[in-house]
């Protein structure tokens, strides 16, 4: 949650953008979903649901690609920062959504192809048990834990390109 958070206010700092898009590196839309891509609506909009592939079919799903305004994202504070690694962002990032808008907007069609990749093994069953507790916490606390509170960290820009910026970014504040 906290690279998602920086991503955002980097982006923040640099565009002069309406929308993002939090989009999982190994996953393709066909080209039938790219049109939704910066769609600013009143609500966030989950361009992989549960009908655009077979791996999470379950509705509170809302992870994968994500697009919302960026006044929505300031509303549900971001995504918590207590998370790191693989999982359980996804979830917390839902029931803030869910609390703030009641409402989220998926399409009708299309659909993600995840990219083969070898996988990292999710760490260990402490860290499982970790996520767990972080999601409910993240409950009671989210309008306190996200982007509202993100400490300043110290960063690097190496490249600042049209389509790509490469920021190096001390994170060990973080995990004080």
Same mark, same amino acid.
């Given at each position: @949650?906290?690279? *998602? &958070?920086?991503? =955002?206010? +980097? ?11 939090? !989009? ?13 891509? @910066?769609?600013? *609506? &009143?609500?966030? =909009?989950? +361009? ?11 509705? !509170? ?116």
């Amino acid at each position: @949650g906290a690279l *998602l &958070n920086l991503g =955002f206010i +980097i982006v923040k700092q640099l565009r002069s953008c309406l929308v993002v898009v939090f !989009h999982d590196v190994d996953l393709k839309p066909d080209p039938t979903l790219v049109r939704f891509y @910066g769609l600013a *609506l &009143n609500a966030p =909009f989950h +361009i992989n649901g549960p009908r655009q592939q077979k791996k999470y079919t379950f509705s !509170h799903y809302f992870g994968g690609i994500v697009s919302m305004s960026i006044p929505q994202y300031e509303s549900i504070n971001g995504h918590p920062s207590g998370f790191w690694g693989w999982g359980g962002e996804d979830d917390a990032l839902f029931f803030r959504v869910a609390e703030m808008y009641r409402r989220i907007y998926r399409p009708e069609y299309g659909r993600v192809t995840e990219v083969r990749h070898r996988r990292t093994t999710h760490t260990s069953v402490m860290a499982k048990d970790f996520t767990k507790l972080n999601q409910v916490v993240d409950v009671y606390n989210w309008r306190y834990d996200g982007i509202s509170n993100f400490p300043n960290v110290s960063m690097e820009y190496v490249r600042n390109e049209p389509n790509l910026v490469w920021v190096r970014a001390d994170l060990n504040i973080l995990l004080k």
